[in-house]
């Protein structure tokens, strides 16, 4: 949770910016460097980022004054306007310096959105577009500086590829490295490659929306100007990546993502999770179509893994069962729906949602609860739209024991799918992460290693059932 940040501590870091941005003069580039560099940046990034949606008054006070300060600086910087949208000066086009000037300014403003969970301002993606021509266009004739300015447009759309809305908290720093390590390994390219696995983003250079992860293209999307990110060598890094062996090969990708983790407090287990999440942006396989079915809904909706256990148990058990826990049951509307997934807005008067909350969901009394996980958050001030992944939609809640005789008990989930069943657990049961065991009535589940975390769960596949 966001700790106690008030008003006035916002006010203050926001001040020292904004201060620092209205001494900036036009083409001074040195002076933005410096300025993007000052660490009152971090310090108001702490101010709302780890909060949970919506935001209390002082993280969301905080989130504002950080994109209008970056706003004021990219004008007053001579970079271009940045109202009623960023646009980009033909002058900011004519040199690498302003390029690259321009390209740290985007990427401290894409930074502060996406930790608030919002999306860039209008004109965001237009200017990275115009940089991105700009630079791999033919006359560019600075060769000089041009590999390193690809990087960094690089970075950018491989950022917007891993989609940073859905981060957890602390694992930017990871996915930063992630991008790092990817980013030399990739090219951009016009010509659209063969198939996922070899394709990691895709863009529209005349249109201001986001590059698309390539694996979720459908057949329907018609370019004016697509410009790919040809990942051909970079997938012999993202295979390693996603099943680490003892002969890692690629820059020892691996272990750079497991040191970064560890400088932020990552346990082994939640980076091998990430990384695995990471992956399945890469989609190995040709079918690029998600079908969505638009549906207006309202829906029943409980948050966190004690209240979804309380309330499955409160659907299978008697109203007597003393076992029985509190919940609290919450109003939000389905958008629209695929087969895997379904996409919630929930208007809250108090912070609740975060990145990987596990949410039950029904859609009246006599239904059963549908248990999925938040996969991103966007964060509109009135409204919280909430990308969901369905991991099941029947689940049993039980008791489980540590020990045959053991007297402590916890909440467990169990659910099937078609390969094998999943359990999920507290995040504090068994953090280790290897196979272990548990009490469940009279039988022993031998459950193995972490497959998933959330944010206030875990998920693990039960290996065996034997009775006592």
Known sequence: MLNNVSTDRVTQLSARLELAAGELHPGDWAAVSHFLANDNW???????????????????????RYLAVAQLAWKRAGIGLATPQLALFKTSLSTSAAIDAALRMLARIYAGCNLAYRTPPAGFWRSVYALTARVYSESFTDLAAKPSLLNKIMQLWLMAWLNPMSLTPGRLPV????????????????????????????????????????????????????????????????????????????????????????????TTAETQDFVRRAMRKFGYSNNRSVVRTERHEQVQTVVGFVD???????????????????????????????????????????SLLRVESLIAIRGGDSEPWAVVAARWLLDGGAAVLTGCEILCKYARPLIGR?????ASHEPIIAYQTSESTHLLQSREGNPDGGVTQIYVNDEQWVIGPISAIGDDWQCRPVLDVSPL
């Not at 971090?42 to 504002?64: G, R, T, V, Y």
């Not at 609290?328 to 929930?346: M, Q, W």
């Open 42 to 64: 971090p310090k108001l990034e702490s101010c709302f980022w780890n909060a949970s949606h919506p935001m209390d008054i002082p993280a969301q006070h905080a989130a504002d």
């Open 175 to 266: 996915a930063v490295r992630l991008v790092g390590i990817l980013s030399k390994e990739c090219s951009f390219t016009t010509i659209s490659p063969t198939h996922a696995g070899s394709g990691l983003a895709a863009g529209d250079l005349l249109s201001d929306a986001a590059p698309l992860p390539f694996a979720r293209i459908t057949t329907k999307w018609a370019p004016e100007a697509p410009l790919y990110v040809n990942a051909q060598e970079a997938a012999f890094a993202i295979r390693e990546l996603a099943n680490p062996t003892g002969q890692r090969g690629v820059h020892d990708a691996y272990d750079s993502l497991l040191q970064s983790a560890r400088q932020v407090g990552l």
């Open 308 to 350: 979804v256990w309380s309330a499955l148990l409160a659907q299978s058990s008697p109203i007597t069962d003393q076992r029985k826990g509190t919940f609290v049951a919450r109003t939000a509307e389905i958008e629209n729906h695929s087969d895997d997934g379904v996409l919630l807005r929930h208007r809250l008067t108090e």
């Open 402 to 406: 540590t020990g045959s005789d053991d």
